[in-house]
T-cell receptor, first 109, second 117 residues
């Protein structure tokens, strides 16, 4: 069974702080990694994807990948109340994509 | 803008009836689409992979005779929940890859909230 694990949270941070979201995966053959944001009652929307070890930055978001440790993370800088949502880690090793259970983030004003 | 369109967004039906959900790829062709189901406060669970021109591939535990999938064109896949029961009430979401290759991101439709009474 190919597993994607996330801390379900909830994770609460004050406005302006850095939120750190973590994800581990079991399939060493995984090649691509994604972070989606899902607001309550809505479908997921893509935030970032990363394929190579290291960091990838896009605005306030930074994705970090360590394939040796089978670990991927998402950092959100200058967190805003509008960032409050569930963040889904997704891993793809080929044909389909597997999702973690998601981490619920709350950014308090 | 949206790259995957899903309809309807919400449906309420009586137990025993069937419901059809449509998923369309906008301005791109999708030979493969994916159908997910999400129960409240749970993760997305892959139900089946819809393949244009051939039979869908169902995940273990998903009844193919209950969840009928038709991918008749390169831009349209449909999911029909047959003889729906209250336990089928859930959030159904379709998705497709817009780019080439199996590692490109999935783009999701807006989802369909099914309530079976």
């Amino acid at each position: 069974q190919k597993e994607v694990e996330q801390n379900s949270g909830p994770l609460s941070v004050p406005e302006g702080a850095i939120a750190s979201l973590n994800c581990t995966y079991s399939d060493r053959g995984s090649q691509s990694f994604f972070w989606y944001r899902q607001y309550s009652g809505k479908s997921p929307e893509l935030i970032m994807f990363i394929y190579s070890n290291g960091d990838k930055e896009d605005g306030r978001f930074t994705a970090q990948l360590n394939k040796a440790s089978q670990y991927v993370s998402l950092l959100i800088r200058d967190s805003q109340p509008s960032d409050s949502a569930t963040y889904l880690c997704a891993v793809s090793g080929g044909y389909d994509m597997r999702f973690g259970a998601g981490t619920r983030l709350t950014v308090k004003p | 803008g949206a790259v995957v369109s899903q309809h309807p967004s919400r449906v309420i039906c009586k137990s025993g009836t069937s419901v059809k959900i449509e998923c369309r790829s906008l301005d791109f062709q999708a030979t493969t689409m994916f159908w997910y189901r999400q129960f409240p406060k749970q993760s997305l669970m892959l139900m089946a992979t819809s393949n244009e021109g051939s039979k869908a591939t169902y995940e273990q535990g998903v009844e193919k005779d209950k969840f009928l999938i038709n991918h008749a064109s390169l831009t349209l896949s449909t999911l029909t929940v047959t003889s729906a029961h209250p336990e089928d009430s859930s959030f159904y979401i379709c998705s497709a890859r817009r780019g080439q290759g199996n590692n490109s991101p999935l783009h999701f439709g807006n989802g369909t909230r099914l309530t079976v009474t």
